[in-house]
């Protein structure tokens, strides 16, 4: 067998793995919070319109059995993973009848382009200014951006959101500070929209590639600056090899190797990161949908987001393993 088709195979087991254990284990959590989801979507119906109490009792029985409430944890369990393989985790509660799916298919796009985005444009950018930086040690310019990663480097991620969004909400009001588009446009395939959408999204996008650039930045310089005294890389500017090939095939290629070990963990963090980028800027997104979902005790909701946060991050951690023999021939040989 191919060694990387057998490296690949070891990494798609892996991957299932991963999400099965994954999955289980926000099925067993969600499931052990006291909130009942029968009587809290009663009440929401209950209290939008009066009902007798026969129609009441028919409505808990229908909704016993369309969450399964009735049913012993292990065939809720079973029960579960056939939804999981339909995609479809059930009613929404906060959105009832609306299934609890079709909200994360709604919000999944926006934390998608938000911040896998802007995670792939910080790594791109630190690793290849951070790269010129260890090689062209004397370089004025690099040498001040250095500066200003180090300076960036340690602030938190949400006071560099504030502060972003005191200037440009208050001091120099230009760009939008809420939403994921204009109130006054219309969602659809049109330049509006799309303008609109863009707008919304560099003040989110910008926060996080200044809080990302410093150590994408400085991990990729140290890295650098270690390499470029190796005996290959001296040889070959002896050799009269052109500077644009020895920083990219002799030096960036042998430096990555760590940097993508780094983007996976940075892509694994992506979901985690919803929560605080959709709050400050109030950005629609899987973020903002999990906090209503657990404030309205919408277990659906929560497993849905759940489940999809793991299968992406899951799948992108393993797509981006599959770069390692391609940079590293010592991978791809063994």
Same mark, same amino acid.
């Given at each position: 067998?191919?060694?990387?088709?057998?490296?690949?195979?070891?990494?798609?087991?892996?991957?299932?793995?991963?999400?099965?254990?994954?999955?289980?284990?926000?099925?067993?959590?969600?499931?052990?919070?006291?909130?009942?989801?029968?009587?809290?979507?009663?009440?929401?119906?209950?209290?939008?319109?009066?009902?007798?109490?026969?129609?009441?009792?028919?409505?808990?029985?229908?909704?016993?059995?369309?969450?399964?409430?009735?049913?012993?944890?292990?065939?809720?369990?079973?029960?579960?993973?056939?939804?999981?393989?339909?995609?479809?985790?059930?009613?929404?509660?906060?959105?009832?009848?609306?299934?609890?799916?079709?909200?994360?298919?709604?919000? /999944?796009? $926006?934390? !998608?382009?938000?911040?896998?985005?802007?995670?792939?444009?910080?790594? @791109? %950018?630190?690793?290849? #200014?951070? +790269?010129?930086?260890?090689?062209?040690?004397?370089?004025?310019?690099?040498?001040?951006?250095?500066?200003?990663?180090?300076?960036?480097?340690?602030?938190?991620?949400?006071?560099?959101?504030?502060?972003?969004?005191?200037?440009?909400?208050?001091?120099?009001?230009?760009?939008?500070?809420?939403?994921?588009?204009?109130?006054?446009?219309?969602?659809? /395939?049109? $330049?509006? !929209?799309?303008?609109?959408?863009?707008?919304?999204?560099?003040?989110? @996008? %910008?926060?996080?590639? #200044?809080? +990302?650039?410093?150590?994408?930045?400085?991990?990729?310089?140290?890295?650098?600056?270690?390499?470029?005294?190796?005996?290959?890389?001296?040889?070959?500017?002896?050799?009269?090899?052109?500077?644009?090939?020895?920083?990219?095939?002799?030096?960036?290629?042998?430096?990555?190797?760590?940097?993508?070990?780094?983007?996976?963990?940075?892509?694994?963090?992506?979901?985690?990161?919803?929560?605080?980028?959709?709050?400050?800027?109030?950005?629609?997104?899987?973020?903002?949908?999990?906090?209503?979902?657990?404030?309205?005790?919408?277990?659906?909701?929560?497993?849905?987001?759940?489940?999809?946060?793991?299968?992406?991050?899951?799948?992108?951690?393993?797509?981006?393993?599959?770069?390692?023999?391609?940079?590293?021939?010592?991978?791809?040989?063994?």
């Amino acid at each position: 067998m191919n060694p990387y088709l057998r490296f690949v195979a070891g990494r798609l087991l892996l991957l299932f793995a991963v999400i099965f254990f994954g999955v289980s284990a926000a099925f067993f959590i969600t499931h052990l919070s006291p909130i009942d989801p029968v009587e809290t979507a009663l009440g929401r119906i209950i209290n939008q319109a009066n009902f007798s109490p026969d129609a009441v009792e028919q409505m808990r029985a229908t909704l016993t059995d369309l969450y399964g409430r009735d049913a012993s944890p292990v065939q809720q369990y079973i029960t579960f993973w056939k939804r999981v393989f339909v995609g479809d985790l059930g009613p929404s509660i906060i959105a009832f009848p609306t299934p609890a799916m079709t909200l994360v298919w709604q919000a /999944l796009p $926006w934390t !998608f382009c938000l911040l896998f985005v802007s995670t792939l444009i910080t790594f @791109a %950018i630190g690793n290849i #200014l951070g +790269g010129m930086a260890g090689y062209r040690q004397n370089n004025a310019i690099l040498k001040a951006l250095g500066m200003l990663a180090v300076t960036l480097q340690p602030i938190p991620y949400y006071v560099v959101a504030f502060i972003l969004l005191l200037i440009f909400g208050f001091v120099w009001p230009v760009l939008p500070i809420s939403g994921g588009f204009g109130m006054n446009v219309s969602p659809g /395939l049109n $330049w509006a !929209f799309a303008s609109s959408v863009f707008l919304h999204s560099l003040l989110p @996008a %910008i926060s996080l590639v #200044l809080v +990302g650039f410093g150590s994408w930045f400085l991990g990729m310089r140290a890295l650098v600056s270690n390499i470029v005294t190796e005996d290959y890389v001296t040889y070959a500017e002896l050799a009269g090899v052109r500077r644009p090939r020895i920083i990219r095939s002799y030096v960036m290629r042998n430096a990555l190797v760590p940097q993508i070990t780094g983007l996976a963990m940075a892509l694994g963090t992506v979901f985690s990161g919803t929560i605080i980028t959709e709050q400050v800027f109030n950005y629609p997104g899987l973020g903002s949908l999990l906090i209503d979902a657990v404030f309205g005790g919408d277990y659906s909701v929560v497993l849905a987001v759940s489940t999809v946060s793991i299968v992406a991050v899951a799948t992108t951690i393993f797509l981006v393993d599959l770069l390692y023999p391609l940079l590293d021939p010592r991978i791809r040989t063994e």
